[in-house]
């Protein structure tokens, strides 16, 4: 009952935090929050479809749909086979870079880099569906894209900090022309995420520069060639929070856009950002934003009337489209994990069940630790606001000394905070709150308790993370609060954003240790 009640109140929430973007005259960025970032976006009929970047979790590149570029549903992933997406061994903010997806003739194509093995396409005509198996393009660099026209597909991706462009075969991967140079951008760091468009007889050629970070920008070239030359717009960049009048913007390191037209003639651009917390320091990994863009006829495309974005859009929109609200929580009573959560790398399925025990998330411990360039039994959703309550309830089973799990709240391999319930030699119980930066792993609270069976707590806010515990599901008891900076991006390094993660480990290579969890709610502050 307690977790129903808990669910209804987030559906309040949710309902009453969206009655702004319900109005026509205006929308909230971003669109799509937490780790989310480099976003493409394609539409086919009255409907819309968007993918990010997924790195070294697995399943791999999550897919979103909506009918209004505002409201958006997650309906998938396109990679969820290991025969689509290895990452194996694969290394802190590896595995997927910056996919686009494109819809040509009744074909969805999504293009993307594996980072430690080349750039690949998949298809379908079911984007809801499975994607087909990838093939591999002979074309190096980051950030490919597609374009098509008269039945021919352009690939364009950037080598050598230079946009190439060269026609395919997107079903078979077969370069069917060679390599052709056609833009270096305007002499930003970086020059990545290529877009071509046409519009009034131009080819448009869209980029990012400056790297993604505060120097991020989008510019913009054109031609009546498609292999060029390309012309500089004089007004770049089109994007960019670098300059004075975005200096104390909430949003910051706004880039790696992709453009839209609408049924109703209206373009708009989805684009990366992130939102600073903790001072210059920004946790949530970069995430979805829109703006609108006025693009009269033979002339440059202009974001937002200044070329900045914020996170109250005053402006017309589409007509909106109500959707059902996203699940923050689960009681685990279906037969398979919502799309929200992810893995670590690819998983081992046999260690994960939720029908062993009905209404549980079991989780079979491995040897394999959060610290490990591995796959450790680990399942976890992203942070999407910097202000919210996680808890979770568990109970470990055949636990022996050193064997542990719990939740944590998790960066990277190198940088995480973790709340665990831990065996002692003695078969003692204890509670751990204990965090790895880098080089550094430190016991902050130890706490005994009489059974294996508890509750935690995680509290986020601007500069904290605090932690609490019980032992009856309802009255908590602080622990200690951690600071918020030392996970951040700006210290802790990468592309990701924080997963809110569950897990078990043990000691022993022939452990029979496991941890059923009865709930997780993720309940944002949206004060």
């Given amino acids: 009952m307690q977790v ?41 009929g009255e409907d819309y479809y968007l993918v990010t970047s997924s790195f070294e979790y697995f399943p791999g590149v999550p897919l979103f749909h909506s009918k209004d570029l505002i409201h958006w549903e997650q309906i998938g992933h396109c990679l969820t086979r290991t025969s689509q997406l290895s990452l194996d061994k694969c290394g802190v903010s590896g595995g997927i870079y910056a996919p686009t997806i494109r819809y040509y003739k009744g074909i969805f194509y999504m293009i993307t880099t594996n980072i430690s093995k080349g750039n690949f396409i998949v298809h379908t005509k079911d984007p809801a569906g499975e994607w087909s198996d990838p093939v591999w393009l002979q074309q190096s660099g980051i950030d490919p894209s597609l374009f098509f026209e008269d039945d021919k597909c352009y690939l364009t991706v950037n080598p050598n900090n230079t946009i190439y462009v060269s026609e395919i075969n997107p079903l078979t991967g077969q370069q069917l022309t060679t390599n052709k140079a056609i833009w270096t951008g305007t002499g930003g760091r970086y020059p990545e995420a290529p877009h071509i468009y046409k519009k009034d007889g131009w080819y448009y050629l869209m980029i990012s520069e400056g790297g993604t970070e505060y120097g991020h920008k989008v510019t913009i070239a054109r031609s009546k060639n498609l292999d060029g030359p390309y012309d500089s717009n004089p007004a770049n960049p089109i994007l960019t929070h670098s300059n004075v009048n975005a200096q104390w913007n909430p ?150 000394n050193g064997d542990e799990s719990g939740i944590t709240v998790f960066m990277n391999n190198n940088s995480h905070y973790d709340l665990v319930l831990h065996k002692e030699p003695n078969g003692e119980n204890k509670i751990l709150l204990r965090y790895r930066l880098g080089e550094m792993t430190h016991i902050a609270k130890e706490i005994k308790i009489p059974k294996e069976k508890v509750a935690f707590q995680v509290k986020g806010e601007n500069n904290y993370y605090s932690f609490a515990y019980s032992l009856d599901g309802n009255s908590y008891k602080n622990i200690d609060k951690m600071d918020a900076r030392f996970l951040s991006s700006e210290t802790a390094g990468g592309f990701t954003g924080i997963y809110l993660g569950l897990f078990s480990t043990s000691e022993s290579k022939i452990s029979k240790t496991y941890a059923d969890f009865d709930y997780f709610t993720y309940m944002p502050d949206n004060k």
Avoid at 30 to 38: A, K, L, M
Avoid at 318 to 323: A, G, R, T, V
């Fill in 4 to 44: 129903s009640i808990r669910k209804l109140f987030l559906v309040l929430l949710i309902i009453a935090t969206t009655c702004f973007a319900s109005n026509p005259a205006g929308y909230k960025n971003p669109i799509i929050s937490g780790c989310h970032p480099d976003p493409s976006i394609c539409k086919a």
């Fill in 251 to 400: 949003i910051q390191g706004t880039g790696h856009a992709d453009l839209i037209q609408a049924d109703d003639s209206s373009w708009w651009m989805v684009c990366l950002g992130f939102r600073p917390q903790a001072g210059q320091h920004h946790l949530l990994g970069r995430e979805t934003f829109l703006a609108p863009v006025k693009w009269d006829t033979n002339a440059w495309p202009v974001v937002n009337g200044n070329g900045t974005i914020d996170v109250n859009m005053n402006v017309e929109t589409l007509p909106c489209q109500s959707i059902i609200p996203p699940a923050l929580s689960s009681d685990f009573n279906e037969n398979k994990l919502g799309f929200e959560w992810n893995y670590l790398r690819n998983p081992q399925e046999q260690n994960y069940t939720l029908t062993e025990r009905p209404g549980f998330l079991r989780l079979k411990a491995t040897t394999v630790k959060l610290d490990d360039i591995d796959s450790p039994t680990f399942v976890g959703r992203r942070q999407e606001q910097i202000n919210f309550t996680a808890t979770t309830s568990f109970e470990m089973f055949r636990s022996q």
